[in-house]
């Protein structure tokens, strides 16, 4: 999957283990679904999983890694991957871009996703096997970008792997479930917690002042193929500038999880949050306390890239220090009052 800040990659075993733990969950409510790495290893488990994300190119890795069923689009899938490796480049606003006005891809590399992603747009796929396909643009752009994993800035020296040719892959499409098939949606938080419920819900929101949006616009834009008018040194689609989210203000994510939170309507819930946030670790347990028992299950994790490098201005200076290489990632685990569930629940590693 893509490189993303903020992915559970690595925290996805202790994710599963409280889940797994929890008795009679067999659907799981993913309301911020991201690169959807959690939803497919809940998937991958036989759970039937809803995500849902407010990004278009979020929903469509939703779509591709969780609602797609293997034997539905593999054989087209795998016949237009085949068809379109071979495709020229014929470079086009994607080029112009992100290649020419600024240095995210390599001009031959640019000139293939044009090519590529005209052929999806014309081709009338139905949706799901439309989202492997352009999930499987999006993954081979990505092997092949020139950044530290986020769409803010690009590097002043090409990345070793920019050089590469683009080349697509079969995204690891799950089989489909026994029990009722997996869903994604495309709503705002507020919107969703409205109107989607299952036996748990995974709530993993934004963080920090960092919007996923502004951290990976090209994705949004290779997803919506709108072609926007951008602005800066990355190129940024200007409604950067207008979607905003109250998750992402330190005036208002409290207020804004709170009014979530009063909308979930799943018995459990699991909550992934950091030291990093906006809402303190006394702040998130205060506010969880009033839907049940709270557990917390804490881990130390290695920052992400771009924050153990310094801080660079546009021309490559250096203007700021690492202030540090860990943070602490906070799963919290809340149960019906009452509930006997506890921490003991879980193998020793995993808190």
């Not at 599963?16 to 959807?36: E, H, R």
């Not at 799901?128 to 092997?143: G, H, N, W």
């Not at 299950?297 to 490559?316: F, T």
């Amino acid at each position: 999957m893509i490189k993303y800040i903020g992915s559970k990659r690595v925290l996805i075993p202790a994710i599963t283990d409280v889940i797994q733990s929890l008795p009679k969950v067999k659907s799981v409510v993913d309301y911020f679904s991201g690169t959807s790495r959690v939803g497919h290893a809940l998937k991958r488990l036989g759970y039937r999983v809803i995500a849902n994300d407010f990004l278009s190119y979020a929903h469509t890795i939703a779509t591709c890694y969780v609602q797609a069923d293997r034997q539905t689009v593999l054989d087209d899938a795998q016949d237009l991957i085949e068809e379109f490796n071979d495709l020229p480049g014929n470079p086009g606003y994607f080029t112009a871009t992100f290649c020419t006005q600024s240095r995210f891809f390599q001009p031959k590399n640019g000139a293939r996703i044009d090519a590529i992603r005209d052929a999806i747009q014309t081709r009338g796929l139905h949706a799901e096997l439309k989202a492997v396909m352009l999930v499987s643009l999006m993954e081979a752009a990505d092997r092949v970008d020139s950044t530290t994993g986020l769409q803010m800035a690009y590097l002043k020296s090409w990345a070793p792997r920019a050089s590469n040719d683009l080349k697509l892959r079969m995204p690891d499409v799950l089989p489909r479930l026994t029990n009722q098939p997996c869903e994604a949606h495309c709503l705002e938080a507020q919107a969703a917690a409205d109107q989607l419920s299952a036996d748990l819900a995974y709530i993993d929101p934004p963080y920090n002042q960092h919007s996923y949006l502004g951290n990976y616009h090209i994705w949004e834009t290779l997803v919506r193929w709108d072609k926007p008018q951008s602005y800066g040194i990355a190129c940024k689609r200007t409604d950067c500038k207008t979607r905003k989210s109250d998750f992402n203000s330190k005036r208002t994510a409290e207020d804004a999880f709170r009014s979530f939170l009063e909308k979930v309507r799943c018995p459990y819930l699991v909550v992934s949050f950091n030291n990093e946030g906006y809402i303190s670790r006394d702040t998130m347990e205060s506010l969880l306390s009033e839907h049940g028992d709270v557990h917390t299950v804490e881990h130390d994790h290695k920052r992400y890239v771009g924050a153990q490098i310094g801080i660079y201005n546009p021309g490559g200076k250096v203007v700021g220090q690492v202030s540090h290489l860990k943070n602490k990632e906070f799963i919290y685990v809340v149960v019906p009052s009452g509930h006997p569930w506890s921490l003991e629940n879980l193998q020793p590693a995993c808190y």
